[in-house]
């Protein structure tokens, strides 16, 4: 017997207490179609199950030579593509679609191996004093002012900006447009964003060439000068593609997850003063703000490339499956009774405690930096600041919500 597949929406796509405690209880995995989308995915909400299909070899990203099942009219890996590339160049959109997400096996551990031996501890390490000078000096501008601030328009993306052009390497006569570029591309209104894109990928090549004559400290540098005897080195359209994924990933998720966080305790008052009063406890705030707000609810789409059975479902050689990764990260039988309570003192086992940064091959690469930037702006805004407070009422806040996901802050107005 055929099913009808669940149409869900924005709002089920963000409350852990909803659709998705119904579906954890379910033999099989339920049959979904995600907000904005038409293709019916088979979605994974429990915690160990999640775990499972992030590091389940037939589980694909790269649909290249599977072909779809019988009926399949649609797919939500184009549905997404043809949204986020609508209106750019072909050689442009290329850069896009060249994500790391989207590769598997040895195709993706030849493009993520040289990032991740450019992202060493001590290049993190080494950017804490710039992040904190950087919040320092936007948070003391809109302090001044009289008027609640913005802290995501005005603090988090410039933040999360500055910092991308600090470990690329942009130079500092060069930063102002690139900047501008970046947030064309990435986060403004929307209609210059093939002009931000185009100007972020010339300005790329541009930097590409001088760090092949001139080395220095910087990733751009690290990536290419990185050479392994029996490795195929990177060319420029790959440089280019990770400066891109850069952007993509390390700017717009972050500055979204420090509003969201900084939100959250302003949402539990009683774990925002015992922060306050209690300063040491923010190693655990932490990760207990990654997994409580989890701000990529829904992981990149897989396919079965071949028939088997997962989680107690039969999968046919080309169904699409996804992870609710927000569903994992409450899920009562991985934290307890109430895994929807924001506790700063939570302590977790062995390694994350949390899927925020997802697991397996395709776990962050920038998860350390993730880490540095979320303690210095919580020990910098609500801190250092303790009268720090939402600048308007809670049902006043604006969200919006994208393709496949649920709501995001627009704005977050805070009086410091």
């Known amino acids: 017997m055929t099913t009808t597949p669940v149409r869900l929406t924005p709002e089920d796509i963000e409350n852990p207490a909803g659709a998705y405690a119904r579906f954890r209880g379910q033999r099989e995995l339920p049959q979904v179609v995600l907000p904005g989308l038409d293709t019916p995915v088979r979605l994974v909400t429990r915690y160990a199950d999640v775990k499972a299909a992030l590091t389940e070899p037939r589980l694909v990203r790269d649909r290249t030579g599977i072909a779809a099942p019988a009926g399949a009219e649609s797919d939500p890996q184009d549905e997404l593509m043809a949204a986020a590339f609508d209106g750019f160049p072909a050689e442009y959109a290329t850069y896009l679609s060249g994500h790391l997400a989207l590769f598997d096996g040895g195709e993706h551990a030849r493009r993520r ?12 390490a080494a950017l804490r004093g710039f992040v904190e000078r950087t919040a320092d000096e936007l948070l003391a501008g809109l302090a001044a002012r009289d008027e609640p601030a913005d802290l995501l328009g ?94 993509n990933t390390g700017i717009t998720p972050p500055a979204l997850f420090l509003a969201h966080g900084l939100l959250a305790l302003f ?93 397996g091959a395709h776990y962050c690469l920038g998860a350390a930096l993730g880490r540095l930037v979320t303690s210095v702006v919580l020990e910098q805004v609500v801190i250092r600041r ?17 393709p496949a996901d649920g709501f995001h802050l627009l704005r977050l107005p805070v009086r410091l």
């Open 113 to 124: 191996a040289p990032l991740t031996r450019a992202f060493t501890a001590r290049r993190i």
């Open 154 to 247: 005005e603090f988090a993306y410039p933040l999360t900006t500055h910092l991308v052009c600090e470990l690329v390497g942009v130079e500092e006569s060069d930063r102002p447009r690139v900047c501008d570029w970046i947030r064309d591309f990435a986060y403004g209104d929307g209609s210059r964003m093939v002009e931000g894109l185009v100007g972020i990928v010339d300005h790329v090549r541009e930097l590409v060439a001088r760090r092949r004559s001139e080395r220095t400290e910087d990733l751009v540098s690290a990536l290419v000068h990185d050479t392994r005897e029996g490795e195929q080195p990177l060319d420029e359209d790959d440089l280019i593609s990770i400066v891109v994924l850069l952007i």
């Open 267 to 359: 949402d539990h008052p009683d774990q925002l003063a015992r922060l306050r009063a209690e300063p040491k406890l923010l190693e655990r705030a932490v990760p207990e703000l990654l997994r409580h707000v989890t701000l990529v609810r829904i992981g990149a789409t897989l396919y079965a490339a071949e028939d088997f059975e997962f989680a107690g479902t039969a999968l046919r050689a080309g169904d699409p499956v996804t992870v609710a990764l927000l569903a994992a990260d409450h899920d009562p039988q991985e934290y307890g009774e109430a895994p929807e309570r924001l506790d700063i003192a939570r302590e977790f086992g062995r390694g994350d405690g949390h899927l925020a940064f997802g697991h």
């Open 386 to 402: 303790p009268e720090a407070a939402l600048g308007v009422a809670r049902d006043e806040l604006e969200f919006g919500h994208w």
